[in-house]
């Protein structure tokens, strides 16, 4: 059983950054890609951003593009997500997620393991 633990969530003003990390526990196995989604209040979940687990193919949504990047080690098994310029519509749960097919993909469907998640609070 995968476990992943997000961290890096809080309050910041609009135009500020933020990076989160997401750990995956130690028995991890094969390649994988991780992603990072999030939902607002009252919204459905989003994908945002997901990284192939050669670091090499990485895909964003339109909203973050240019301002978020992901990355990651895996030798530490984690992800990042750096997140700059942040607007009042980022505020959400944001959620990592490893997908064990290794394959770059916005849908949620394909991913295995989630994060408990973590708060963004973008302040305007």
């Known amino acids: 059983q995968v476990q992943l633990a997000e961290s890096g969530g809080g309050l910041v003003q609009a135009g500020g950054s933020l990076r989160l990390s997401c750990a995956a526990s130690a028995r991890t196995f094969g390649r994988y890609s991780m992603g990072w989604f999030r939902q607002a209040p009252g919204k459905e979940r989003e994908f945002v951003a997901v990284i192939s687990w050669g670091g090499f193919g990485t895909y964003y949504a339109d909203s973050v593009k240019g301002r978020f990047t992901i990355s990651r080690d895996n030798a530490k098994n984690t992800v990042y997500l750096q997140m700059n310029s942040l607007k009042p519509e980022d505020t959400a749960v944001y959620y990592c997620?490893?997908?064990?097919?290794?394959?770059?993909?916005?849908?949620?469907?394909?991913?295995?393991?989630w994060g408990q998640g973590t708060q963004i609070t973008v302040s305007s």
């Open positions: 997620a490893l997908d064990q097919d290794d394959i770059t993909t916005s849908n949620y469907k394909a991913y295995e393991y």
